[in-house]
């Protein structure tokens, strides 16, 4: 039988016909154009030709490196037609990154965005000639060839070559889908690398196969009705695994171009799904509490009155699955409509349904909020290496503080140093070509160790405390877990990126990258020089200020955990130095060799 993955958009086509499939626009104040499930079906077999056309065995790989659009989904399915493996890169990957992935995971064609990616695949391709046989544009706007480039077409020469196609191609593709197996090799997607060099993650069909069957018996309450926005890269296994997931459901997805302009792009699309990750919210937390700051008194004492409600009634009765009392849901409904639905409009989605979160811990505080004001706010956690989700809020019984609960059918057990392992048709078969990284990564029994520490709760949901790498020892001896002050941090306007120094030492230090926009308007106020943000965040005054905001989030905790010293930074921790990935996880090796200097002198 034919994997999943090949048969679902064919289905959707037969079963919703011209009801649309997806939705695109290149550029800001462009148009968005629909494509409906028969025209999105018609894609993918031409893609699905034209790679085999290109000469393109089974088992073979292509790499896919383009900032998000439909095509990137077309040329997936279109190689899933053909037992051909897909390599997502992220777009904002250097030229070090890209080459490692390409190499490693052995791709002979190459799908490019724009003008910013192609530079890199023509160079891989003029040091590897014999690997490569075809470079593909997707967007050929203000792009130029180099001038000794053979082996490049654009997306529309592509899409000709499989429309040309004869009738010997077409019966080579469904031979192919005909052998599709279960375990064969769907996407080899590399981990971030925050401690070394990137790992090849085998996702097979059986792996998506899982996912979707097993997010199909928790998430009931999503259609073909729903429209989703692609706003994480689709790179991003959280990201790719939904979209998959989506056209389960046949639902619509509105694919967001550049991640820059979704606080655009989210009022012209309004979706009422969306994957995101914490930082999204933090900013959209951020936001509303300070147009509350700026209200009247009068005003700012009816919006805490109406969160204190949608609290009781969401946090408490909804989440138990229990109907709130008369009294309370009249008055939920009257905040709704002259609060909560404005807050709601004022984001972009005035119709939510619901929003998976995950990559890093998100403040309970926020989670909270959202929940009050009616969106619901899915918190899970999740690896490559478990084809996303390994567990997430229930649709009842969700409890603050934890990720969720396992997927069903997913084995999670704790390890004696406190280690997640996970077991299950979800998790990877292994690392392509590395059976050191194999041999390590598994238990004897055959649970996945994920390197990150956490325990369940007496009800049965998983608490993330941190990752297992990332936990250090001050030189008393004391554990410290840096995300959890990072992730509190993360609240606070003034503050937009934090990584928490200590392993080893007397006491906690800081690097710290402040919101400027926001600390500008501070210093304005107190007479502060602006100008030069050198000097701004070298300021006696503006440090003193950031570090008091740090110390109303630590007011309980212990003193051995608490931040003591800080240093301020006047640009954001840097993906091609290395010092964040493409994920925007802390690469903390890289930030201690980087920023030693600084850290030393907070320890003087």
């Known amino acids: 039988m034919a994997n999943r993955l090949v048969e679902i958009i064919p289905h959707q086509a037969e079963r919703l016909g011209n009801k649309e499939a997806y939705r695109f626009c290149w550029k800001k104040d462009g148009e968005w154009l629909s494509t409906s499930w028969q025209e999105f079906a018609l894609q993918v077999e031409i893609a699905g030709k034209a790679l085999a056309a290109l000469g393109l065995d089974e088992k073979d790989t292509v790499a896919v490196c383009s900032p998000n659009t439909p095509q990137i989904l077309i040329t997936e399915f279109g190689a899933f037609r053909n037992r051909i493996a897909v390599i997502p890169i992220y777009a904002s990957s250097v030229q070090s990154q890209f080459d490692f992935i390409v190499r490693d995971g052995g791709a002979k064609v190459l799908f490019v965005g724009d003008k910013h990616q192609y530079p890199m695949a023509y160079r891989y391709w003029k040091e590897h000639p014999g690997q490569i046989c075809r470079i593909v544009v997707y967007k050929n706007a203000e792009l130029t060839l180099q001038p000794d480039d053979t082996v490049t077409i654009f997306w529309d020469d592509f899409v000709r070559l499989g429309m040309q196609a004869g009738p010997d191609v077409e019966e080579k593709v469904r031979d192919r889908i005909d052998r599709g197996l279960p375990d064969d090799m769907a996407t080899l997607i590399y981990t971030s690398g925050t401690t070394g060099e990137p790992k090849g993650v085998v996702i097979s069909h059986r792996n998506y196969d899982e996912c979707i069957a097993k997010h199909l018996k928790l998430l009931r309450g999503i259609n073909d009705h729903d429209l989703s926005m692609a706003f994480l890269p689709m790179s991003h296994i959280l990201e790719k695994a939904w979209c998959f997931f989506c056209i389960s459901r046949g639902v619509t997805i509105a694919v967001n171009y550049d991640p820059r302009l979704i606080q655009d792009t989210i009022h012209d699309v ?327 200097d600084i850290i030393e002198k907070m320890y003087e």
């Open 270 to 596: 309004h979706p009422n799904l969306m994957c995101c990750v914490p930082r999204f919210w933090e900013k959209v937390y951020a936001g509303v509490k300070e147009k509350i700051a700026e209200m009247s008194p009068l005003s700012r004492l009816m919006v805490k009155r109406s969160i204190h409600v949608g609290k009781r009634r969401n946090c408490h009765y909804r989440r138990l699955g229990l109907p709130a009392p008369w009294l309370l849901e009249k008055e939920y409904r009257f905040w709704d409509r002259k609060i909560f639905s404005r807050l709601k409009k004022a984001i972009g989605i005035p119709d939510p349904n619901f929003f998976p979160t995950a990559g890093a811990p998100l403040s309970d505080k926020i989670c909270e909020f959202m929940r009050a004001v009616g969106i619901d706010i899915i918190i899970g956690y999740g690896l490559s290496e478990t084809t996303a989700t390994v567990a997430c809020f229930p649709d009842t019984g969700w409890e603050l503080g934890t990720v969720g609960v396992p997927l069903p059918g997913i084995k999670v057990r704790i390890d004696d140093n406190g280690e997640i392992l996970v077991k299950g048709g979800t998790v990877t078969p292994g690392y392509y070509n590395n059976p050191e990284a194999n041999a390590a990564a598994f238990t004897d029994d055959g649970y996945f160790r994920t390197g990150d520490a956490g325990h369940f709760t007496p009800s049965g949901a998983l608490v993330l405390t941190e990752r297992v790498k990332d936990l250090f020892k001050t030189s008393n001896g004391k554990y410290i877990a840096p995300q959890m002050m990072e992730s509190r941090l993360a609240e606070n306007k003034y503050i937009d990126e934090v990584a928490v120094i200590g392993d080893r030492r007397k006491f906690v230090t800081a690097l710290v990258v402040p919101n400027l926009s926001h600390l500008r308007r501070w210093a304005d106020d107190k007479g502060i020089d602006t100008d030069d943000t050198i000097a701004l965040v070298a300021n006696p005054k503006v440090v003193d200020f950031i570090m008091s905001q740090i110390q109303n989030y630590q007011k309980d905790i212990a003193d051995f955990e608490k931040i003591k010293r800080i240093t301020l930074l006047p640009h954001h921790f840097s993906i091609m130095n290395g010092e964040v990935t493409n994920t925007m996880k802390v690469r903390r090796p890289i930030l201690a060799r980087n920023y030693a």
